[in-house]
């Protein structure tokens, strides 16, 4: 076992980071290196691994054998304990200032081992633009012995001044096959389980694990496949934007609700609650700034949960598409295959390509803070239409 065998699909990129732990090594024994740099830009769509290669590399760069998944650097590393790699990512919509200020204080440290002091940047994409200034001259000019991993679903989501100063690696969809297989091999799915589950993730390894274990989840994604069908007036269309918004803020709650609780448990011990609960002086602040970030962590949670929801109803009418032209594919869901058929028949490819385009306009909207119960009921309308 190494610390690529959960890279699903990455062939390419293995062999790329794998010859770049190779040169960096070199470089602690004194050899040029000239297959390492300083700053890296790892870019795929979501569920591709992205956060996994990044973590797989930073291990590899602190491993005597680059990356044999069994020394104590490769095993620390990946449970994030090593004290040379600092992981960061955001529960919120976006990454401020202060945040990256502090990340680059950091990349000034001397390693305390005697490799690479090594920076993860999972949500590269959500650094605002203030943010981005900041890692900017940290990248330009970096530490001797520090190395940047910033990871973003494509490249024009960073800065073009920090992307251009990034080696950039650009990560694959895996297959269903692949993500399947995984599926099996590391988590115990039943085959006929995880091959549903892969396929109907689309290539997204985190989704198709909650899918294969999670019945809740599939029942909303069900429901979601329903949509199309149910389409028929234009109280139809109100009433299922609705239960769309509103299933993506129960779920939200229900997420959030669990972890809110222990981290208001943590900090009120952390600041001296006595025993009935007796907040000391002065301790105020702290609980409202904790309450601000929840909320912040809610409503992202509840968009993820939106743009999840609209990535199903983009896939079903990607299936119809497909069987209007006769495209020698798969479906992706299998479990609709009379819903598509029936919708495929009864109207043109260029309404289905119509229909598509709606739902992205939808995740593009909410992107920009629309307004999500106005955007999906459009969208409704849209789709409802002949």
């Known amino acids: ?83 040379d790699v600092r992981a960061v990512s955001t529960e ?122 999670d019945d809740a989840a599939r029942q909303r994604r069900d429901e979601v496949l329903r949509i199309p069908g149910s389409l028929r007036d234009i109280g139809a269309c109100i009433r299922a934007a609705a239960n769309l918004v509103d299933t993506a803020a129960a779920e939200a709650r229900e997420t959030a609700a669990e972890l809110d609780a222990t981290e208001a448990d943590r900090l009120r011990s952390a600041l001296g609650a006595g025993p009935t609960g007796r907040m000391p002086p002065g301790s105020a602040g702290a609980l409202r700034e904790l309450e601000d970030r929840q909320k912040r962590r809610a409503k992202r949670i509840q968009r993820d949960a939106m743009d999840r929801a609209l990535i199903d109803l983009a896939a079903f009418y990607r299936d119809v598409l497909t069987r209007q032209v006769d495209a020698p594919v798969d479906l992706v869901n299998e479990s609709a295959r009379r819903e598509i058929e029936a919708l495929a028949a009864e109207s043109t490819p260029e309404d289905t390509v119509r229909r598509i385009e709606a739902v992205l306009a939808c995740r593009e909207a909410l992107d920009t803070n629309a307004h999500p119960l106005l955007t999906a009921e459009a969208m409704m309308l849209t789709l409802a239409s002949p």
Request: charged share 20%; net charge positive.
């Open 1 to 83: 076992m190494t610390v690529w065998d959960d890279l699903v699909g990455q062939q390419v990129v293995v062999a790329e980071l794998r010859t770049a732990a190779a040169a960096a090594a070199g470089v602690l024994a004194g050899e040029p290196g000239t297959g390492m740099t300083h700053a890296w830009l790892l870019t795929g769509p979501p569920g591709s691994g992205r956060s996994n290669a990044a973590r797989a590399f930073a291990a590899a760069l602190q491993c005597e054998k680059q990356g044999c998944g069994e020394c104590n650097a490769c095993r620390t590393v990946l449970a994030g304990t090593h004290a």
């Open 92 to 213: 919120t919509l976006s990454i401020g200032v202060a945040q990256t200020r502090e990340l680059v204080r950091r990349s000034a440290l001397t390693p305390a081992g005697r490799r690479w002091h090594v920076i993860i940047l999972e949500d590269a994409d959500r650094l605002t633009e203030q943010a981005a200034n900041v890692l900017l001259k940290a990248v330009e000019e970096p530490s001797t012995r520090t190395v940047w991993l910033l990871c973003a679903p494509s490249t024009e989501d960073v800065l073009p001044t920090i992307r251009s100063r990034c080696r950039q690696v650009r990560l694959v969809t895996p297959s269903a096959d692949a993500v399947a297989e995984v599926l099996v091999r590391r988590d115990g799915i039943d085959p006929e389980v995880a091959v549903v589950a892969a396929r109907a993730a689309q290539g997204h390894i985190g989704r198709a694990h909650r899918l294969a274990r």
